[in-house]
């Protein structure tokens, strides 16, 4: 590979697409798919009670942690700041990371940077390079396909298989719920830790396993439960965290790495807790005590239909699975594609109750789409399914159908996703009241537990149970009470097990703080109602910077270090 000619003093500049985000433009930004997790894909028809929270562009922060050179993230810049930063750095290196769906944005990045910095090379990385004839779409000098830390140190003359240095990430940024911000405090929300990228399991639909080589294949950055434990024991001095949140598509697929750091975690007494995504053949290589003694307290596995013949799911009742996480303090993210092959107007009702029966704590709804670079996207285009003049900012599964459905229409596919959205909230209730149940089974379960890990790891997540969490609930009860009484009655019963557990601190702090919670709830509400949105803040860190005032701390256009809640996947201590 043709090496930059300044090698390690080429100054770098590495950034994410430009926002706003939550909101119809030009350059592909759309209301319907903000920057946020759970209120994209997950929680978005529970009004107030979607958890609102951002999260960083990890694929630029482990690229700039990983090189020599002086270089600056750029996170969630607008234009202008984007422009701003081209215009003042003289950047010998523009990199940029998109996915497919802001792939206008790019367009128009590429353009900015050929008239605001002509010097600059630009590079674009990230799931865009996916894309068929990019390079005719935008005006790139490189386009990286796949893993981009070893790229970016070759391209820079370093060794690409250098050990991978792990960044000291806080997962996530600006929480909000029932109308509240949550105070950001350090330590307060988990680090997230990245061991590997890519998946073996290679199911046809995702783009994340062919992007870094399809069926078998996956770069791992941390091949032993040491290393792990070394990264993970680092963010915890640094950052002040109990709680990880690992992005590793399937991370207990890999059951020796995960046993060895059971290991270590027992040897240094470590009562970490850790978020995980993994697939139900990968959780059924473990009992529930050693995933529980690993710290797992919260899981996110795909649930697709039991006649769509994806192997993950083979021999597993999905259901029962499901219930004894939960019965194990295990919170639950579903995951459930919308669409698939079989499914028709008269079988997708059935389907749906059916994911909805999970009863998880989280549901996450996509459509069936086929994405560039996946083995569903060749097998659609070869059969000549794939719709035209579908702009690429509408690819991104919360929409509508890119392409020809055996039986269900492009309009339906909308409709039935977002009916799976309201049924699932209709039916259990919102996310926060199912997150308090399955705390307070595992709480039920493990306090006795011998060992003391186990049981300070319940303590701690279970402090919030006794406060916050009864106000939560409390103010929740009585807003589905004219509502949906079904549900009203269920959290009423919540809080009354809380309360037998807990005592009176629970029914005190529910009855003063309980009213304050529903009347910013309520407040909320009116906002959504009007239209309001959120938007990530932009965020700018520089690293190995020639001015050290400016360097390695870290320039933040904000100050957000620590999110605070003990929310799912990126829970507090
Ligand atoms: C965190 C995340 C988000 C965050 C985004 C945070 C952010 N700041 O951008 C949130 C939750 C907001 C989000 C939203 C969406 N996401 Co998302 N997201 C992820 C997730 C889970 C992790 C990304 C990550 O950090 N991975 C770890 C890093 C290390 O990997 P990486 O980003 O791929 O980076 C590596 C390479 O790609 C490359 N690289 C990346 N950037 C660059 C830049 C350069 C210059 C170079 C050289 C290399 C390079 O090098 C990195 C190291 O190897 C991935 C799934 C996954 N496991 O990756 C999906 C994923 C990226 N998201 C996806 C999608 C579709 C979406 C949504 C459209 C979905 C939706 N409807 O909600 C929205 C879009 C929102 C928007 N307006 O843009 C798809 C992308 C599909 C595609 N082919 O484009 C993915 C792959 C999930 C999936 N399997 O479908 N997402
Ligand atoms: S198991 Fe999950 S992450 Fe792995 S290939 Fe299948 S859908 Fe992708």
Not at 66 to 77: E, G
Not at 221 to 243: C, H, I, P
Not at 369 to 383: A, C, D, F, I, R
Not at 391 to 398: E, M, R
Request: glycine share 8%; proline share 4%; charged share 25%.
């Amino acid at each position: 590979m043709q090496v930059h000619p300044k090698g390690i003093r080429a100054r770098v500049l590495l950034t994410s697409v430009f926002g706003p985000y939550a909101q119809d433009d030009e350059f592909g930004s759309r209301a319907i798919n903000p920057m946020e997790l759970y209120h994209n894909q997950v929680t978005r028809a529970q009004g107030g009670f979607s958890l609102r929270m951002f999260h960083r562009s990890w694929g630029i922060m482990m690229i700039q942690q990983n090189i020599s050179a002086p270089c600056t993230v750029l996170d969630f810049p607008t234009r202008d700041d984007f422009a701003h930063e081209l215009e003042t750095n003289s950047y010998d290196v523009v990199g940029i990371s998109s996915i497919i769906v802001n792939l206008g944005k790019v367009r128009e990045m590429c353009r900015m940077v050929r008239e605001l910095s002509p010097h600059s090379t630009i590079v674009v990385g990230g799931h865009v390079a996916a894309t068929p004839g990019l390079d005719q779409m935008i005006n790139a000098d490189h386009i990286v396909r796949g893993e981009g830390i070893s790229w970016m140190r070759q391209y820079l003359g370093e060794d690409p298989e250098a050990p991978i240095r792990h960044p000291h990430i806080v997962s996530g940024l600006e929480t909000r719920i029932m109308g509240m911000k949550l105070a950001e405090r350090k330590g307060g929300t988990a680090a997230t830790i990245i061991p590997s990228v890519g998946c073996p399991m290679g199911c046809n639909f995702c783009t994340t396993s062919a992007f870094f080589g399809g069926k078998g294949k996956f770069v791992n950055f941390y091949n032993t439960g040491d290393q792990l434990f070394e990264v993970m024991e680092q963010a915890e001095k640094s950052l002040g965290v109990q709680t990880f949140f690992v992005m590793d598509e399937n991370f207990l697929l890999h059951r020796t790495r995960a046993m060895r750091l059971l290991d270590r975690m027992k040897q240094a007494g470590k009562a970490w807790g850790m978020a995980v995504f993994a697939s139900a053949n990968a959780i059924r290589q473990y009992k529930m005590e050693e995933l529980v003694e690993l710290g797992v307290s919260w899981i996110w596995m795909g649930l697709e239909s039991p006649r769509s013949n994806y192997a993950k799911l083979k021999n597993t009742d999905s259901h029962q699975l499901t219930r004894e996480l939960r019965e194990h303090g295990i919170r639950v993210q579903g995951s459930t594609i919308i669409g698939l092959e079989h499914h028709t107007p008269d079988n997708i009702k059935d389907e749906i109750e059916y994911a909805v029966a999970h009863n998880t704590d989280f549901h996450q709804f996509m459509l069936y789409t086929p994405v560039p670079g996946t083995p569903l996207y060749k097998e659609m285009s070869e059969q000549g399914r794939m719709l035209d003049g579908i702009d690429y900012a509408d690819i991104h599964g919360q929409y509508k159908f890119n392409f020809r459905h055996a039986a269900i229409s492009r309009d339906d596919s909308k409709r039935f996703l977002d009916w799976a959205f309201w049924r699932d909230f209709e039916r259990n209730g919102p996310s926060l009241a199912r997150m308090c149940d399955t705390m307070l089974q595992g709480w039920l379960r493990y306090k006795d537990y011998p060992d003391w890990r186990v049981r300070e790891r319940f303590r701690r997540e279970n402090l919030k149970l006794r406060t916050v969490y009864s106000a939560a609930l409390w103010a929740a009860e009585r807003y589905f009470l004219k509502v949906n009484t079904q549900v009203s009655e269920q959290i009423r019963q919540l809080r009354h097990d809380i309360a037998k557990e807990f005592g009176s601190v629970s029914r005190v702090v529910a009855s003063v703080a309980g009213p304050v919670l529903l009347r910013t709830m309520r407040r909320e509400e009116r906002r959504l109602a009007k239209g309001v949105t959120y938007e990530p803040p932009t965020i700018r860190e520089r690293r190995n910077w020639p001015d050290r005032s400016q360097s390695q701390a870290g320039e933040r256009d904000t100050g957000l270090l620590g999110t605070a809640a003990s929310l799912p996947a990126l829970e507090s201590n």
